[in-house]
């Protein structure tokens, strides 16, 4: 499987961005994904997570009503629709998919873990200043 991110960039504070990956190869399609983030010097941490066979949705408390996470089967294609960015929202951004299909909860937290996971893509950088 493949993951490739994109749309990353700048924004000031109170910005907006959206962020997006294609995933190819094997079809994750009913597989929970997710998105997580790693600022330098930090810990990694599970922002987003979404399993579309049932339609559930987890977000970390830091981004919650703020984030927007969704999913294009047909074009296989994983988004995340940032608003209201604040400075400590600055990080890589990486879309993930876990070897297990797990729950978007299960799925928030390993992806928090530190662990081996899942499968992910080389990242995408969001600054905002």
């Known amino acids: 499987v493949q993951l490739v991110e994109s749309g990353g960039g700048s924004a000031q504070a109170g910005g907006s961005l959206r962020v997006s990956c294609a995933v190819s190869?094997?079809?994750?399609?009913?597989?929970?994904m997710g998105w997580f983030r790693q600022a330098p010097g930090k810990e990694r941490e599970g922002v987003a997570a979404i399993r579309s066979v049932d339609g559930s949705l987890n977000y970390a408390d830091s981004v919650k009503g703020r984030f927007t996470i969704s999913k294009d089967n047909a074009k296989n294609l994983l988004y995340l629709q940032m608003t209201n960015l604040k400075p400590e929202d600055t990080a890589m951004y990486y879309c993930a998919v876990p070897y297990q299909d797990l729950s978007a909860t299960e799925t928030l937290r390993v992806m928090s873990s530190g662990g081996d996971f899942g499968y992910y893509g080389q990242g995408t950088q969001v600054t905002v200043s």
């Open positions: 190869g094997r079809t994750y399609k009913d597989y929970c």
